[in-house]
Protein backbone atom coordinates (compact mmCIF):
# COMPACT_ATOMS: atom_id res chain seq x y z
CA UNK A 1 0.00 0.00 0.00
CA UNK A 2 1.81 3.44 -1.12
CA UNK A 3 2.49 6.22 1.69
CA UNK A 4 -0.33 8.61 -0.21
CA UNK A 5 -3.28 5.96 0.29
CA UNK A 6 -2.34 5.33 3.87
CA UNK A 7 -2.34 9.26 4.93
CA UNK A 8 -5.73 9.38 2.73
CA UNK A 9 -6.94 6.61 4.80
CA UNK A 10 -5.48 8.03 7.88
CA UNK A 11 -7.14 11.40 7.22
CA UNK A 12 -10.52 10.34 6.25
CA UNK A 13 -10.71 8.51 9.40
CA UNK A 14 -9.77 11.05 11.56
CA UNK A 15 -12.90 13.10 9.77
CA UNK A 16 -14.73 10.31 10.56
CA UNK A 17 -14.02 10.42 14.13
CA UNK A 18 -14.42 14.25 14.15
CA UNK A 19 -18.03 13.74 13.18
CA UNK A 20 -18.71 11.32 15.78
CA UNK A 21 -17.02 13.42 18.72
CA UNK A 22 -19.08 16.40 17.24
CA UNK A 23 -22.25 14.27 17.50
CA UNK A 24 -21.31 12.64 20.92
CA UNK A 25 -20.75 16.14 22.39
CA UNK A 26 -24.17 17.57 20.84
CA UNK A 27 -26.29 14.46 22.20
CA UNK A 28 -24.39 15.39 26.02
CA UNK A 29 -25.25 18.94 25.44
CA UNK A 30 -28.79 18.26 24.58
CA UNK A 31 -28.99 15.39 27.92
CA UNK A 32 -27.39 18.09 29.88
CA UNK A 33 -29.94 20.47 28.90
CA UNK A 34 -32.80 18.25 29.46
CA UNK A 35 -31.53 17.83 33.42
CA UNK A 36 -30.78 14.05 32.64
CA UNK A 37 -27.26 14.01 33.59
CA UNK A 38 -26.45 10.38 34.69
CA UNK A 39 -23.45 10.34 37.64
CA UNK A 40 -20.81 7.24 36.96
CA UNK A 41 -21.37 4.41 38.88
CA UNK A 42 -18.92 4.99 41.00
CA UNK A 43 -20.18 8.46 41.73
CA UNK A 44 -23.68 7.67 42.87
CA UNK A 45 -22.15 4.82 45.74
CA UNK A 46 -22.19 8.33 47.51
CA UNK A 47 -19.28 10.08 46.11
CA UNK A 48 -19.38 13.70 44.88
CA UNK A 49 -16.68 14.08 42.93
CA UNK A 50 -13.39 12.97 41.28
CA UNK A 51 -9.91 14.80 42.32
CA UNK A 52 -6.73 14.06 40.21
CA UNK A 53 -3.72 13.21 42.19
CA UNK A 54 -1.19 12.68 39.24
CA UNK A 55 1.74 15.69 38.73
CA UNK A 56 1.56 16.57 34.71
CA UNK A 57 5.21 14.81 33.77
CA UNK A 58 7.33 16.72 31.16
CA UNK A 59 11.01 16.35 30.63
CA UNK A 60 12.11 18.75 32.94
CA UNK A 61 10.40 17.12 36.12
CA UNK A 62 12.36 16.99 38.81
CA UNK A 63 13.84 13.46 40.04
CA UNK A 64 15.74 11.86 42.87
CA UNK A 65 18.40 11.71 41.17
CA UNK A 66 18.77 15.39 39.84
CA UNK A 67 19.18 14.10 36.03
CA UNK A 68 16.03 14.46 33.03
CA UNK A 69 14.66 10.76 33.57
CA UNK A 70 12.15 11.67 30.75
CA UNK A 71 11.80 12.27 27.22
CA UNK A 72 9.42 12.51 24.27
CA UNK A 73 11.37 11.80 20.85
CA UNK A 74 8.96 12.53 17.79
CA UNK A 75 8.76 10.21 15.72
CA UNK A 76 5.70 10.92 13.20
CA UNK A 77 4.14 13.88 12.73
CA UNK A 78 0.71 15.48 10.55
CA UNK A 79 2.85 17.14 8.04
CA UNK A 80 4.78 13.86 6.87
CA UNK A 81 2.60 11.30 8.38
CA UNK A 82 -0.45 12.33 8.06
CA UNK A 83 -0.66 11.27 11.92
CA UNK A 84 0.94 12.26 15.33
CA UNK A 85 2.97 10.09 18.01
CA UNK A 86 6.17 10.03 19.99
CA UNK A 87 8.50 7.41 21.17
CA UNK A 88 8.77 7.58 25.49
CA UNK A 89 11.61 6.87 27.13
CA UNK A 90 11.65 6.68 30.89
CA UNK A 91 12.73 5.63 34.38
CA UNK A 92 10.03 3.36 36.38
CA UNK A 93 10.88 5.49 39.55
CA UNK A 94 9.84 9.50 38.45
CA UNK A 95 7.19 11.32 38.34
CA UNK A 96 3.73 10.34 39.92
CA UNK A 97 4.72 6.78 40.42
CA UNK A 98 4.19 3.43 42.24
CA UNK A 99 6.93 1.81 43.83
CA UNK A 100 6.11 -1.97 43.81
CA UNK A 101 7.27 -4.25 46.37
CA UNK A 102 9.89 -5.87 43.96
CA UNK A 103 11.61 -2.50 44.46
CA UNK A 104 13.25 -3.52 47.21
CA UNK A 105 12.90 -7.05 48.07
CA UNK A 106 13.26 -9.96 45.99
CA UNK A 107 10.11 -12.85 45.73
CA UNK A 108 7.31 -10.01 46.12
CA UNK A 109 5.17 -8.55 43.69
CA UNK A 110 6.00 -6.71 40.65
CA UNK A 111 3.55 -3.74 39.76
CA UNK A 112 1.76 -6.28 37.45
CA UNK A 113 1.47 -8.47 40.30
CA UNK A 114 -0.03 -6.30 42.72
CA UNK A 115 -3.85 -7.35 43.42
CA UNK A 116 -6.16 -5.41 41.96
CA UNK A 117 -8.64 -5.16 44.72
CA UNK A 118 -5.28 -3.53 46.76
CA UNK A 119 -5.64 -0.72 43.84
CA UNK A 120 -8.76 0.52 44.80
CA UNK A 121 -8.73 1.13 48.51
CA UNK A 122 -9.70 3.91 51.34
CA UNK A 123 -7.31 6.68 51.91
CA UNK A 124 -6.35 8.06 55.47
CA UNK A 125 -4.39 11.70 54.78
CA UNK A 126 -2.16 12.73 57.36
CA UNK A 127 -1.49 16.33 57.69
CA UNK A 128 2.25 17.34 58.64
CA UNK A 129 2.12 20.47 57.22
CA UNK A 130 3.09 22.43 60.62
CA UNK A 131 6.05 20.53 60.77
CA UNK A 132 7.11 20.19 57.32
CA UNK A 133 6.53 23.80 57.25
CA UNK A 134 9.25 24.41 60.06
CA UNK A 135 11.52 21.55 59.34
CA UNK A 136 11.88 20.31 55.81
CA UNK A 137 13.38 17.13 57.47
CA UNK A 138 10.04 16.02 59.17
CA UNK A 139 8.25 12.83 59.17
CA UNK A 140 4.75 11.42 60.19
CA UNK A 141 5.43 9.43 63.35
CA UNK A 142 3.66 7.38 65.27
CA UNK A 143 2.32 9.93 67.34
CA UNK A 144 1.10 11.73 64.14
CA UNK A 145 -0.61 8.22 63.10
CA UNK A 146 -2.60 8.27 66.33
CA UNK A 147 -3.65 11.40 66.67
CA UNK A 148 -5.25 10.62 63.25
CA UNK A 149 -7.04 7.51 64.92
CA UNK A 150 -8.05 9.42 67.85
CA UNK A 151 -10.30 11.77 65.71
CA UNK A 152 -10.78 9.55 62.93
CA UNK A 153 -11.19 6.01 64.39
CA UNK A 154 -8.63 2.89 63.24
CA UNK A 155 -6.84 2.91 59.86
CA UNK A 156 -9.94 1.59 57.14
CA UNK A 157 -8.96 -1.96 56.30
CA UNK A 158 -7.10 -2.16 53.34
CA UNK A 159 -6.57 1.21 53.07
CA UNK A 160 -3.70 3.48 51.82
CA UNK A 161 -1.78 5.84 54.28
CA UNK A 162 -0.69 9.16 52.36
CA UNK A 163 1.61 11.84 54.14
CA UNK A 164 0.51 15.57 52.94
CA UNK A 165 3.34 17.68 53.68
CA UNK A 166 2.61 20.14 51.58
CA UNK A 167 5.83 19.80 49.24
CA UNK A 168 3.63 19.55 46.25
CA UNK A 169 3.32 22.90 45.83
CA UNK A 170 7.45 22.58 44.69
CA UNK A 171 7.43 20.08 41.88
CA UNK A 172 8.13 23.15 39.69
CA UNK A 173 11.23 24.17 41.69
CA UNK A 174 14.47 22.70 42.20
CA UNK A 175 12.65 23.19 46.16
CA UNK A 176 11.41 19.47 45.33
CA UNK A 177 14.29 18.13 45.81
CA UNK A 178 16.09 20.53 48.14
CA UNK A 179 19.41 19.95 47.85
CA UNK A 180 22.31 21.06 50.01
CA UNK A 181 26.05 21.77 48.82
CA UNK A 182 26.71 18.55 49.76
CA UNK A 183 24.62 17.16 47.45
CA UNK A 184 22.02 15.61 50.19
CA UNK A 185 18.17 16.79 50.10
CA UNK A 186 15.93 17.98 52.69
CA UNK A 187 12.22 16.79 52.11
CA UNK A 188 9.23 15.37 54.50
CA UNK A 189 8.83 11.41 54.34
CA UNK A 190 7.71 8.15 56.78
CA UNK A 191 9.60 7.59 59.58
CA UNK A 192 10.65 4.29 59.87
CA UNK A 193 8.51 3.43 63.35
CA UNK A 194 5.32 4.86 61.29
CA UNK A 195 5.79 2.19 59.22
CA UNK A 196 6.64 -0.23 61.80
CA UNK A 197 3.14 0.53 63.64
CA UNK A 198 0.82 0.62 60.77
CA UNK A 199 2.75 -2.96 59.66
CA UNK A 200 1.74 -4.30 63.37
CA UNK A 201 -1.29 -2.79 63.66
CA UNK A 202 -3.33 -2.40 60.02
CA UNK A 203 -3.34 -4.33 56.76
CA UNK A 204 -2.71 -0.96 55.35
CA UNK A 205 -1.75 -2.24 51.79
CA UNK A 206 0.50 1.20 50.96
CA UNK A 207 1.41 4.30 51.74
CA UNK A 208 2.07 7.59 49.88
CA UNK A 209 3.78 10.93 49.59
CA UNK A 210 3.93 14.23 48.30
CA UNK A 211 7.94 14.29 47.67
CA UNK A 212 10.37 11.80 45.95
CA UNK A 213 10.59 9.20 48.36
CA UNK A 214 8.70 7.46 51.43
CA UNK A 215 12.18 8.04 53.07
CA UNK A 216 12.76 11.65 54.20
CA UNK A 217 15.04 12.76 52.00
CA UNK A 218 18.06 12.63 53.89
CA UNK A 219 17.77 8.98 54.39
CA UNK A 220 20.73 6.87 54.27
CA UNK A 221 19.36 3.72 54.59
CA UNK A 222 16.08 3.96 52.81
CA UNK A 223 14.58 1.85 55.70
CA UNK A 224 11.25 2.60 55.11
CA UNK A 225 11.79 1.07 52.14
CA UNK A 226 13.20 -1.84 53.10
CA UNK A 227 10.42 -2.65 55.75
CA UNK A 228 7.40 -1.25 53.69
CA UNK A 229 8.01 -2.77 50.57
CA UNK A 230 9.73 -6.18 51.86
CA UNK A 231 6.17 -6.73 53.25
CA UNK A 232 4.91 -6.92 50.18
CA UNK A 233 2.86 -3.35 50.27
CA UNK A 234 3.37 -0.65 47.83
CA UNK A 235 4.43 3.09 48.23
CA UNK A 236 3.11 6.23 46.24
CA UNK A 237 5.35 8.88 45.30
CA UNK A 238 5.36 12.31 44.01
CA UNK A 239 1.23 12.56 45.15
CA UNK A 240 -0.12 15.84 43.74
CA UNK A 241 -2.92 17.75 45.06
CA UNK A 242 -3.74 15.84 48.65
CA UNK A 243 -4.62 19.28 50.08
CA UNK A 244 -8.17 18.97 48.19
CA UNK A 245 -8.62 15.74 50.17
CA UNK A 246 -10.61 15.00 53.41
CA UNK A 247 -8.51 13.75 56.23
CA UNK A 248 -10.35 10.53 55.93
CA UNK A 249 -13.11 8.80 53.61
CA UNK A 250 -11.89 9.49 50.18
CA UNK A 251 -11.54 6.33 47.74
CA UNK A 252 -8.12 6.10 45.81
CA UNK A 253 -7.71 4.55 42.20
CA UNK A 254 -4.29 3.87 41.85
CA UNK A 255 -3.53 3.54 37.63
CA UNK A 256 -1.17 0.95 38.00
CA UNK A 257 1.07 -0.44 35.02
CA UNK A 258 0.86 -3.63 33.90
CA UNK A 259 4.43 -4.42 32.82
CA UNK A 260 6.07 -7.35 32.92
CA UNK A 261 8.50 -7.70 35.88
CA UNK A 262 8.15 -3.91 36.43
CA UNK A 263 9.57 -2.61 40.16
CA UNK A 264 7.25 0.77 39.72
CA UNK A 265 6.13 2.95 37.23
CA UNK A 266 4.35 6.18 36.23
CA UNK A 267 0.41 6.10 37.62
CA UNK A 268 -2.42 8.04 36.95
CA UNK A 269 -3.93 8.37 40.69
CA UNK A 270 -7.28 9.38 41.33
CA UNK A 271 -8.81 10.01 44.42
CA UNK A 272 -13.36 9.91 44.33
CA UNK A 273 -14.11 12.09 47.16
Not at 173 to 179: K, P
Request: charged share 20%.
Amino acid sequence: MCTAHIMNSVKNRMLSRRDLFRGSAAAAAATAAGGLIAPSAALAQGHERVEDLTHLLHEGFPTFSGEQEFFMDEVRSFAEHGYHSFDLRMHEHMGTHMDAPLHFAEDTNSVAEIPVPDLVVPLAVIDIRAKADEDPDAQVTPDDIRAWTAVHGPIPPRACVAMLSGWGAHATSERFRNADDSGVMHFPGFHIEAAELLLEESDAVGIAVDTLSIDHGPSEDFAVHFAWLGANRYGIECVANLDRLPPAGATLIVGAPRFARATGGQARILALV
